[in-house]
């Protein structure tokens, strides 16, 4: 039985690139022993897939609840898991869905104080980094991984402590009913030309945002282009949608930080709408994944769940959500874009991004109010 609890609390060829290696903010690979946990998953790992596939069952059975903190919101976590527990009705399960980064935050909290009381986790890989550092996340080694498309095989951590199952992109897109054909953006650097002065819209400060950005242009060229993007008088205001929904009434002319899904959904739906995007500018991208908690009192329903969001069953399913699904083709994202994207950003990193933002985009900038 799937119970909801309420809380208050890239692509012909995908790049994986890290700003800082996430393996170096936790214990030593060589220093560390293996968990109990691990240690049935390795044995687990060294058995045929089917006999394999069976003792998790059997597991899962035996121990017959799972609790999962999922970071899709609403109905689309809903609808996901339901599938899941109609695949293994014998779970009950308990699912909350918050953000990506309380979810961070949730889980620390719960093994700082030592009750293991969530089994796995999903969340944006930039988001993992004090789980990491507190050896959080069990080394779990899954065929399921096998899957995942070679373009995709660069997201999978070496030391399997999270398993990629979709990812997300940050993009350009414009109003093309103010933007002449011409003077299309094509690039990153194309929202700097004059005809952009205040007409491109970015959410606040964002880490994820700019690491993307420094993956794709490098640390110098990415200076150069907040310059000038502060020079043109960018607009500010927080909400990717609400201001992709400002963008095409006409409110201003371009986007520099989109989540292309829900302008593709709202083209789809109504094929007048002024949405443009720019498949041609490399774009972003951050990896969603799962990880099992290296304390899970439900080891063998955790490797159950963490298996199944790779099958052809859930892949489909994330597609179908507009979603960039890893074992399955990408819903809208033509095969020839280019995507970059990176793991997790270390503390002295984030500062810098934060510092060059302060530089060169706050008090540039035309700042507004807003809600996501």
């Not at 059997?58 to 017959?64: L, T, V």
């Not at 030592?114 to 089994?119: E, N, Q, S, V």
């Not at 009913?177 to 400060?205: E, R």
């Not at 960018?234 to 989540?259: E, F, K, S, V």
Request: proline residues 5%; neutral net charge; charged residues 20%.
């Amino acid at each position: 039985m799937l119970r909801i609890v309420l809380s208050a609390v890239v692509a012909a060829a995908a790049a994986m690139v890290s700003l800082s290696e996430a393996s170096a903010q936790s214990v030593s690979s060589a220093a560390r022993q293996p968990s109990a946990v691990e240690k049935l998953y390795a044995e687990l790992n060294a058995l045929p897939a089917a006999e394999r596939q069976k003792r998790l069952e059997d597991g899962a059975k035996k121990e017959g609840k799972l609790n999962f903190i999922h970071t899709w919101r609403g109905a689309l976590a809903r609808n996901h898991l339901r599938l899941f527990e109609k695949r293994y009705p014998f779970l009950n399960i308990e699912m909350v869905d918050i953000g990506s980064q309380d979810a961070a935050e949730r889980l620390v909290a719960e093994e700082t104080v030592g009750r293991h009381l969530t089994d796995v986790v999903s969340l944006a890989v930039a988001d993992m980094n004090e789980i990491l550092a507190k050896d959080l996340s069990a080394h779990y080694p899954t065929p399921a991984a096998n899957l995942i498309y070679d373009r995709y095989k660069s997201f999978l951590d070496p030391q399997n402590r999270w398993l990629p199952f979709y990812w997300t992109e940050h993009g350009i897109s414009y109003n093309p009913t103010m933007i002449a054909a011409a003077d299309a953006p094509k690039d990153w650097m194309d929202l700097c030309k004059p005809v952009f002065k205040g007409q491109v819209s970015f959410d606040p400060f964002e880490v994820r945002f700019l690491a993307g950005l420094w993956n794709v242009m490098g640390e110098q060229k990415l200076g150069e282009w907040l310059k000038c993007i502060g020079e043109n008088k960018p607009i500010i205001q927080r909400g990717h949608t609400q201001r992709l929904n400002l963008m095409i009434a006409g409110d201003h002319a371009a986007q520099g930080d989109n989540y292309m899904y829900f302008g593709v959904q709202q083209k789809q739906k109504n094929p007048s709408i002024a949405f443009a995007p720019v498949w041609s500018a490399t774009m972003p991208a951050t990896i969603g994944a799962m990880i099992i908690n290296a304390n899970t009192p439900h080891p063998y329903a955790s490797a159950l769940l963490v298996d199944w969001v790779l099958s052809e069953e859930s892949q489909k399913y994330t597609a179908s959500q507009f979603r960039g699904p890893v074992g399955y083709k990408h819903p809208y994202i033509p095969e020839d874009a280019k995507i970059v994207s990176f793991s997790t950003v270390d503390e002295a990193t984030a500062d810098k991004l934060a510092k060059m933002w302060d530089q060169y985009i706050t008090g540039q900038a035309t700042e507004r109010s807003g809600t996501r």
